[in-house]
C-alpha cells in the first residue's frame, strides 16, 4: 500500500511538472517571439542592415574595380583615385542624424 501511495503521489508531482514545463516554454517562445518584434521595430535593427549592406556594397565594389582591370586593362583608368568618398558618407550620416533629430523635437513621443 505504501508503494501505490509512492507512486501516486510522484505520478501527480510528475504531471505538475510537466504541466510546468510547458507553461515555461511556451512563455519562453512568446517572450522570443516580443523580442523579435521589438527589435525589427527598433533602430537597431535598421542600422544592422546598414552596416552589413555599406559593408558588402564597398567589398562588392572593390570586386567590381578588380574586375573592370582586368577585364578591360587597356583603360587609362586610375584605379587607385577610384574609390569610394568616407566623408561624403560622413557628412550623409550627420544630415540624416540631423534630419531624425528634428523630427524627434517636431514629433515627440507620448
Do not use: C, I
Not at 15 to 43: D, M, P, R
Not at 79 to 96: N, R, T, V
Request: no cysteine.
Amino acid at each position: 500500500m505504501k508503494t501505490e501511495a509512492e507512486l501516486k503521489d510522484k505520478s501527480e508531482a510528475m504531471a505538475w511538472l510537466e504541466a510546468e514545463v510547458a507553461e515555461l516554454t511556451s512563455k519562453l517562445a512568446l517572450a522570443k517571439k516580443l523580442v523579435v518584434e521589438e527589435f525589427k521595430s527598433s533602430n537597431d535593427l535598421k542600422e544592422a542592415v546598414t552596416d552589413s549592406t555599406a559593408s558588402y556594397f564597398s567589398e562588392g565594389f572593390e570586386f567590381y574595380k578588380r574586375q573592370l582591370l582586368h577585364q578591360h586593362p587597356n583603360l587609362s583608368v586610375d584605379m587607385a583615385s577610384m574609390e569610394m568618398d568616407a566623408d561624403l558618407a560622413k557628412e550623409e550620416e550627420a544630415a540624416k542624424a540631423g534630419k531624425k533629430e528634428e523630427d524627434n523635437e517636431a514629433n515627440p513621443a507620448p
